[in-house]
C-alpha cells in the first residue's frame, strides 16, 4: 500500500494497525517517490536478521551459535583451517618458518639470492619499507632519465649525420 506523507499523518493510528500485519506493508510517498515505510517489528527483526546475517555470518540452526562465537577464547585457526590450541599454531608457524630458512639456504647454496622476509625478526620496519621504496623509485627515476638522454644524444647524432 503507498500513500503520501500528507495523508498519513491524519491516519497514522490506523496505519500503525494496518503495519501490525507481518505481511502488510506502508510505503509512504512524497512528490510520488517512496521515501519511508511502516512496517511489523515482526517484520523488522527479520531485516535486521538477515542484515546481521549479511554482516557476522549465519546462525546455526541447531546451537543459535555464529560462526566463530562458539570457539573456546584459547583456540585458533591453525594451518589446515582447523580449529588448534595456541601453542599447536605456534609450532605451525616455527615449522614454516624453519622450512624458509632450508630454501633459503638452498638458494644461497645453488647461487641464487634469496628472497627476504619469513623468519621471526626479519620484518622490516615501516621506515626502513619506506627508504626501499623511495630508493627504489629513485632508480628507476634515473634509468629513466639515462634513457632519455641517451634517445637525445642519438637523435643529435643523426640530425647531424643528415645534415
Not at 557476522?56 to 582447523?82: C, E, H, I, S
Amino acid at each position: 500500500m503507498e500513500i503520501t506523507v500528507t495523508d498519513a499523518r491524519c491516519q497514522l493510528g490506523h496505519l500503525v494497525t494496518r503495519a501490525q500485519d507481518p505481511w502488510q506493508r506502508i510505503i509512504l510517498t512524497r512528490h510520488g517517490r517512496p521515501v519511508a515505510a511502516l512496517m511489523s517489528m515482526e517484520e523488522a527483526e527479520r531485516i535486521w536478521q538477515l542484515q546481521n546475517d549479511r554482516l557476522y555470518g549465519p546462525r546455526n540452526p541447531l546451537t543459535g551459535v555464529r560462526w566463530g562465537q562458539g570457539k573456546a577464547r584459547d583456540m585458533v585457526f591453525g594451518k589446515n583451517g582447523r580449529l588448534v590450541t595456541w601453542r599447536e599454531a605456534a609450532l605451525q608457524v616455527q615449522e614454516v618458518q624453519r622450512n624458509r630458512r632450508e630454501e633459503r639456504e638452498v638458494l644461497l647454496r645453488g647461487g641464487l639470492e634469496p628472497v627476504t622476509g619469513g623468519e621471526l625478526g626479519e620484518v622490516p620496519s615501516w621506515t626502513e619499507l619506506l627508504w626501499r621504496m623511495w630508493r627504489e623509485f629513485m632508480e628507476r627515476r634515473e634509468r629513466r632519465l639515462k634513457a632519455e638522454r641517451m634517445r637525445a644524444e642519438i637523435r643529435a647524432r643523426a640530425k647531424a649525420k643528415g645534415e
